[in-house]
């Protein structure tokens, strides 16, 4: 069954610090790995997509990395700001699974000021 | 619009009662996909379309959903004498095409409570 556990549940930060959020996951036969914000009330927003041959991807801000050998990714964030403030979910597609994703239950992240 | 609409944004209804949920996708999505939300925890996948076929139906946890996607474009699910279990956020997301690392545009979802 493929799993993902993400760490920290929260966090809280100051406006313009950095912060690393922690996903570990499993799935198989792997796929990809996306890492989606959703703001309180809102749908999720894809952030980055990586295939097994990718380790890093970025999205301005926002620098994924994956370690297919260990099952780790992480999400770095650089200079936070308050609209940084969300649930980040780290997500698993398994090869043959027809695109249906397997969902972490989120780092909430606070930025204040 | 350019996104994923959902209606209704929030629906209350009381035990038994059955209720409908639309999503319309992005023109031109042949992929479509529901998810559960519950509180504090991540989507949940329920059942998935390519056009108007439902390929895969494994997550709806009872016989009480219902999804359809009669014309491979709008979507309902439709959920049966609802029971309080069935309060959530359900969300529809759409991908372009079929492959497996198509990205999936969601919409804001519809809060279903059940009293």
């Known amino acids: 069954k493929n799993q993902v556990e993400q760490s920290p549940q929260s966090l809280i930060i100051l406006e313009g610090k950095n912060c690393t959020l922690q996903?570990?996951?499993?799935?198989?036969?792997?796929?990809?790995l996306r890492w989606y914000k959703q703001d309180t009330g809102r749908g999720p927003v894809s952030l980055t997509i990586m295939t097994f041959s990718e380790n890093t991807k970025s999205n301005g801000r926002y620098t994924a990395t994956l370690d297919a050998d260990t099952k780790q990714s992480s999400l770095h964030i650089t200079a936070s700001q308050l609209s940084d403030s969300a649930s980040y979910i780290c997500v698993v597609s398994a090869t043959g699974g027809g695109n249906k994703l397997t969902f972490g239950t989120g780092t909430q992240l606070k930025v204040e000021l | 619009g350019a996104g994923v609409s959902q209606s209704p944004r929030y629906k209350v209804a009381k035990r038994g009662q059955d209720v409908a949920l639309r999503c319309d996708p992005i023109?031109?999505?042949?992929?479509l996909f529901w998810y559960q939300q519950a509180l504090g925890q991540g989507p949940e996948f329920l059942t998935y379309?390519?056009?108007?076929?439902?390929?895969?139906k494994s997550g709806l946890p009872s016989d009480r959903f219902f999804a359809e996607r009669p014309e491979g474009s709008v979507s309902t699910l439709k959920i049966q004498r609802t029971q309080q279990e069935d309060s959530a956020v359900y969300l529809c997301?759409?991908?372009?095409?079929?492959?497996?690392?198509?990205?999936?545009?969601f919409g804001d979802g519809t809060r279903l409570s059940i009293l």
């Open positions: 023109s031109g999505h042949v992929s």
């Open positions: 997301a759409s991908s372009h095409g079929q492959g497996e690392n198509q990205p999936q545009h």
């Open positions: 379309f390519q056009n108007e076929a439902q390929l895969d």
């Open positions: 996903c570990n996951y499993t799935v198989s036969p792997f796929s990809n």
